[in-house]
């Protein structure tokens, strides 16, 4: 190999070494340029009054917020949103206390006056008096078929079920609230999720929002609120709704067997059948033989 090709060699070997040491300090150059143009940023988000997050690794803690802030960063829409939340809830307590088995059905007073009129401990009169010093629904079914003591079956079960209908009624108040609740909260919320992206894009129309996040963070914020809120509100009314039915709806069939066992026994027919049976058990008496 002659002096010519070592001195190319050499040549092109130093090159090399002279790019490498220049990318390895150009590259150090520049992640100490962006860390220096990064710095200014921050202290400038700082003084427009951005809200920065400490990083967990120096020890921050996360922001938490109460629901007074929650409701405050959704909007007036929120507030609605609330109301529907609190008339839930009340009309939740009324019906879980209205529709107690013991206060629509007790079990003692039926017992007991099912038993006095198959024994013919009380007639018409008294089991009338008996049912009106009563206020369940149920005793209020026994007193309309006590007013048609002695009648037709007909007669006593149409009485049983115009009584049952109105009963019906007041067992089935305010579930309508539930129905409504469980349509009107979703459309509000839905409307708080609009004005909150109509904040984001207005934010990002009139001012430089793509530089701060936080103005775009609001407006989404806001928007997912008032969907969260407004789900919240109509998913637990739906599903008391459809306990508070399938409550009645055994109530009504209870009230029905029931009705229709008392029809058994003051019916004109069930009566006739007594008072037949009562003259076949007498015993005859002998005849006296002629003289």
């Known amino acids: 190999?002659?002096?010519?090709?070592?001195?190319?060699?050499?040549?092109?070997?130093?090159?090399?070494?002279?790019?490498?040491?220049?990318?390895?300090?150009?590259?150090?150059?520049?992640?100490?340029?962006?860390?220096?143009?990064?710095?200014?940023?921050?202290?400038?988000?700082?003084?427009?009054?951005?809200?920065?997050?400490?990083?967990?690794?120096?020890?921050?803690?996360?922001?938490?917020?109460?629901?007074?802030?929650?409701?405050?960063?959704?909007?007036?829409?929120?507030?609605?949103?609330?109301?529907?939340?609190?008339?839930?809830?009340?009309?939740?307590?009324?019906?879980?206390?209205?529709?107690?088995?013991?206060?629509?059905?007790?079990?003692?007073?039926?017992?007991?006056?099912?038993?006095?009129?198959?024994?013919?401990?009380?007639?018409?009169?008294?089991?009338?008096?008996?049912?009106?010093?009563?206020?369940?629904?149920?005793?209020?079914?026994?007193?309309?078929?006590?007013?048609?003591?002695?009648?037709?079956?007909?007669?006593?079960?149409?009485?049983?079920?115009?009584?049952?209908?109105?009963?019906?009624n007041g067992l089935r108040r305010y579930l309508r609230v539930f129905t409504a609740l469980t349509v009107i909260a979703p459309l509000l919320g839905l409307l708080g999720t609009v004005f909150g992206m109509i904040r984001a894009f207005n934010a990002v129309a009139s001012t430089d929002a793509l530089g701060r996040p936080e103005l775009l963070a609001q407006g989404i914020s806001q928007a997912l609120l008032n969907t969260a809120f407004g789900l919240a509100v109509a998913i637990p009314a739906q599903s008391f709704y459809f306990y508070f039915v399938s409550r009645v709806d055994r109530l009504i069939i209870e009230m029905d067997g029931l009705g229709q066992e008392l029809v058994n026994l003051i019916s004109a027919e069930e009566l006739e059948h007594r008072d037949e049976a009562a003259r076949g058990s007498k015993p005859r008496r002998p005849r006296r033989e002629a003289a």
């Open 1 to 168: 190999m002659n002096k010519t090709q070592r001195r190319r060699r050499s040549g092109a070997a130093g090159w090399l070494l002279a790019a490498v040491l220049a990318g390895l300090l150009g590259g150090r150059g520049l992640r100490q340029a962006n860390a220096e143009s990064q710095a200014p940023s921050k202290s400038v988000e700082g003084l427009r009054g951005s809200v920065t997050v400490e990083p967990a690794a120096k020890g921050g803690v996360v922001p938490t917020t109460n629901l007074f802030d929650i409701m405050r960063e959704g909007g007036v829409l929120m507030w609605p949103l609330a109301l529907c939340s609190l008339v839930g809830v009340a009309l939740v307590f009324e019906r879980l206390v209205s529709l107690r088995r013991s206060g629509v059905i007790p079990k003692s007073f039926v017992r007991r006056f099912l038993e006095q009129v198959r024994d013919g401990e009380l007639d018409r009169a008294q089991a009338l008096s008996v049912c009106q010093e009563r206020t369940s629904p149920i005793a209020r079914i026994f007193a309309a078929a006590a007013r048609k003591w002695g009648r037709p079956g007909v007669e006593v079960e149409q009485a049983i079920l115009d009584a049952g209908e109105r009963a019906t």
